[in-house]
């Protein structure tokens, strides 16, 4: 067992979820929104996000690979699992657990931009911006955190701790 700490509450991570689904079905209203979540650790954000924005959308995942037993970020990205609805000329809101070195989700942009999006913007519950090796403009942020090794609201160490509801320092 790891030592935890509790950074962020069940409670303030909900608050925050609802009050960023309220951004985004303001923003966009008049828009055909494909939400594309990146597997596997924004699930849990992705369920109650969708859940709180009020205006149509489809939903799509995709899997890349990062982060394996350690830490450190790997350079290269992988798509192991694609999404399986077309993007083309839609309106695409990207969304991840945490941006970090913010090599995974610049790439992934990208990638949703090669493949025929019209827009993509990025959303994340979390954002450690002392890590960024590339500067990424994040739309929509939940929470700025400092640069700790974090786990919790989907987000794993060695896959696991992804079900506690609260976002949790460990150290490892
Ligand atoms: P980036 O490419 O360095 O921005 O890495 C993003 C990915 O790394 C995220 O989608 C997470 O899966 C993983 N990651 C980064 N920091 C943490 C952390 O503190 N805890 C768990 N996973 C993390
Ligand atoms: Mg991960």
Do not use: W
């Amino acid at each position: 067992m790891h030592k935890m700490e509790e950074l962020i509450s069940e409670k303030d991570i909900a608050e925050k979820v609802s009050n960023m689904a309220a951004l985004i079905s303001r923003d966009f209203k008049e828009q055909d929104l494909t939400v594309v979540s990146v597997l596997k650790g924004s699930f849990i954000f992705t369920a109650d996000l969708v859940r709180s924005i009020n205006i149509p959308l489809e939903v799509a995942f995709l899997a890349a690979s990062s982060y394996g037993a350690s830490t450190q970020s790997s350079g290269e990205l992988k798509i192991r699992y694609d999404i399986d609805i077309p993007v083309e000329n839609k309106t695409v809101l990207l969304v991840e657990d945490i941006v970090d070195t913010g090599l995974t989700i610049s790439r992934l942009k990208d990638y949703l931009y090669e493949k025929g999006a019209k827009c993509v913007k990025i959303c994340t519950i979390f954002d450690k911006p002392d890590r960024r090796k590339i500067q990424v403009d994040v739309d929509y942020c939940g929470f700025v955190i400092p640069n700790e090794f974090v786990v919790g609201y989907g987000l794993d160490y060695n896959n696991k701790y992804r079900n506690l509801k609260n976002l949790c320092k460990i150290t490892i």
